[in-house]
């Protein structure tokens, strides 16, 4: 037999929540890929399981699915893979179905569909544990003669929990033996199900007190509501407290690192490119980095402990008027973080028009990185005074700020909902599944690949457009008998000048327009781009916008302020999330939508802003 | 009566899953997730908007229904022998 050589296939699927992806990094460790299918964006992972006894296995793990009577994406990519037919993936050798033994009742009807397939498969009672511990008795020599497929308990979280379904394994795939067929339909299936119940499970009456007492107050109008807005304080906090440091240190380092590349590199163009372009421009997103792992930190916690989907049911209604859904809700929380991590997480969206819609509002949420920019704007126009009886005027402006994000995102939503062609029902039919402790292997291989992910994305594209964006600003070089800053002779000084004439309308000078051009690939550069116009040397950021507030608070009118502060609450210009809107998507149309529409968004309510505070006289 | 008509915690048993089109796939997708006849429903909780989507406890597990989804689902008190 050739299976020295090639290692065979194992694929795992199962329904949603029944413990496949605990029981796939148990089985294969660390050792995993983690890539899309051919021309979609459904995840695919695949790892490695050496088994004791010397057999190597390439482990597939499917999209969770509740039939194979596909309902969605990932279920029709579970059911073609299992038969065989999906392009370019060759068909499984042993099939490993996952049930949840807490949950038989609706896991055991999927084994009976898996089966009719007539392909080897072994099935794994996960959770036999918490079964256990619930008082649910499950005859599990019963069940496999009756099902006549090989059962074996498992454990994903526990070590070792997986050893007996691994001895399995092996002795199915030495000898596999197809289950006989009998095709059935839906009704024989439930009935069957049914059947296998009564005749090999003892149920107690009654089970998981633990998830109704929660649920009656998490999920309590009023009381789950008040939950919910806690863990987002805590989540908002966290992101912004805990990273901190991280993003400190993350900054020095880039810093020493610029300055020993610049002292060890001859003075010329290689050295600007390495220094300015490479190490500062990488290094400005690469700081993120803290802030996104916090994030998916707290949603990957909240996502194995199950009080994801309650948060989803308590919005749904309001998320659904809005033409997006429940499940829309972290994504766009995450978003607040930065819209990259935001986009990813629309991952969990299964119906692609919710995950469309949510991916195309993600961006006017915002981003921790527009808040430079805000601050130096508002501590530029607007006077600090107490208003309203003990109201900041600052405060209230950058709260403003934020909600005409959130409200521009909920109004894009339900107009892209009215001009829908399709308006067929696209279901909730959310399960909700026990709450559990979250186990903190699984949540590190989870950091772990969103870092990958993220930082594959910073060394491929976003490289790119930064060596690209220091081309615009660095050619050609300024005369030697140059009066103006250097920026002003660059490509990019003279693209500023001819968007002068566009954006004049919006009371924006050419050096805003400048400005607006190297903002394109982090939006807080602006403000240093900014200064680089007005020919300020300043040590950092920070000294940047200190040294900005009085030239622009007197160089600019009031009106003008107001419609860069306007610009920036849809401010298209963030290649990284194009970036991430065209991998996610894998649609080039879908990326120019987003940037086009934000443009003009932008670009609109700038004007009117500008034009209105003109008429009263700001200008 | 559907399970829209239902007050909390109000133990039935399904008795059927009507289908609003021909072909419906959303009652095709509550038939597989084990609204069938006979099955023990209840319904759990409710949104805090609208009373809307529906927390629906089918055997063991837990689903969020919308009201239209959960209209589809009409139920029967469950009688004394069947509990």
């Given amino acids: ?619 | 009566m559907t399970l829209t008509d239902l007050p909390l915690r109000t133990p039935v048993v399904v008795q059927s899953v009507r289908e609003t089109a021909h072909n419906d796939p959303i009652a095709r997708r509550l038939r597989e997730l084990g609204f069938v006849a006979g099955e023990p429903v209840e319904v759990m909780a409710k949104g805090p908007f609208g009373a809307e989507p529906l927390l629906v406890r089918v055997g063991y597990t837990r689903f969020a229904l919308r009201r239209s989804e959960a209209a589809r689902v009409q139920v029967a008190p469950a009688t004394e022998d069947a509990a």
């Fill in chain 1, 1 to 619: 037999m050739s299976t020295a050589t090639a290692p065979l296939r194992l694929a795992l699927l199962g329904n949603p929540n029944c413990g496949k992806t605990a029981l796939f990094n148990q089985l294969t460790g660390s050792r995993q890929k983690v890539a899309n299918y051919a021309g979609v964006t459904v995840e695919r992972k695949e790892g490695r399981l050496q088994s004791p006894s010397g057999r190597s296995y390439a482990v597939l793990d499917l999209p969770g699915a509740y039939s194979l009577n596909p309902a969605s994406l990932d279920e029709a990519i579970t059911r073609d893979l299992c038969r065989g037919f999906y392009p370019g993936e060759a068909a499984p050798d042993v099939l490993v179905c996952v049930v949840d033994a807490t949950n038989l009742r609706l896991h055991l009807r999927f084994v009976l569909e898996v089966r009719q397939m007539g392909r080897p498969m072994v099935v794994a009672l996960n959770m036999s544990d918490a079964a256990q511990r619930r008082g649910i008795g499950i005859d599990r020599e019963a069940l496999q003669r009756e099902l006549g497929v090989p059962v074996v308990e498992t454990v994903a979280v526990r070590r070792n929990g997986a050893r007996g379904l691994v001895e399995m394994i092996d002795r199915v795939a030495a000898h596999p033996q197809p289950p006989s067929v009998h095709l059935a339909d839906d009704a024989d299936l439930h009935a069957e199900t049914r059947r296998l119940l009564d005749a090999t499970v003892a149920m107690p009456r009654r089970t998981a007190q633990i998830d109704d007492a929660l649920d009656r107050w998490l999920l309590h109008p009023l009381f789950g509501l008040l939950t919910l807005a806690v863990v987002m304080f805590l989540i908002f906090q966290a992101v912004y407290a805990w990273a901190t440091p991280v993003m400190d240190l993350i900054e020095a380092g880039t810093g020493a690192l610029g300055e020993w590349a610049g002292g060890v590199i001859p003075e010329g163009p290689l050295n600007s490119l390495v220094v300015d372009g490479i190490i500062a421009g990488l290094g400005g997103v690469i700081v993120f980095l803290p802030q996104i792992l916090v994030l998916f930190a707290f949603i990957l916690a909240l996502e194995e402990s199950g009080y994801l989907p309650r948060a989803a049911f308590l919005l749904d209604r309001m998320m659904a008027g809005a033409g997006l859904s429940g499940r829309s809700f972290i994504p766009l929380l995450s978003s607040f973080a930065c819209a990259i991590p935001g986009i990813m997480a629309t991952r969990s969206i299964q119906d692609p028009r919710d995950r469309l819609a949510t991916i195309l509002v993600a961006p006017l949420m915002t981003c921790s990185a527009r808040l430079p920019v805000y601050a130096l704007l508002i501590g530029a126009f607007i006077p600090s005074q107490t208003v309203w009886g003990g109201f900041n005027l600052q405060g209230l402006v950058l709260f403003g700020l934020y909600m005409a994000g959130i409200l521009s995102a909920l109004a894009v939503s339900f107009v892209m909902k009215k001009w829908r062609r399709d308006k067929s029902e696209h279901p909730l039919l959310l399960e909700l599944p026990s709450y559990r402790l979250p186990n903190p292997r699984d949540l590190l291989i989870g950091l772990w690949e969103r870092a990958l992910i993220f930082l594959k994305r910073v060394g491929g594209i976003i490289f790119a457009l930064t060596v690209l964006l220091w081309v615009l600003l660095n050619f050609p070089a300024a005369p030697a008998d140059a009066t103006l800053p250097a920026i002003d002779y660059s490509l990019a000084g003279r693209i500023g000048h001819a968007l002068a004439v566009v954006f004049a309308p919006l009371g924006f000078n050419w050096q805003i327009c400048i400005a607006l051009i190297p903002g394109l690939a982090a939006r807080e550069v602006a403000v240093a781009s900014l200064a680089t116009v007005y020919a300020l040397s300043a040590a950092d950021d920070d000294a940047a916008a200190q040294a900005l507030l009085p030239l622009i608070s007197d160089g600019w009118s009031l009106a003008t302020g107001l419609s860069l502060l306007v610009w920036f609450i849809y401010a298209p210009q963030c290649l990284a999330t194009w970036a991430a809107i065209k991998r996610e998507t894998g649609s080039w149309k879908t990326m120019a939508l987003a940037a086009g529409y934000l443009f003009v968004l932008a670009y609109l309510a700038s004007l009117l802003t500008y034009q209105v505070a003109v008429a009263l006289g700001a200008g």
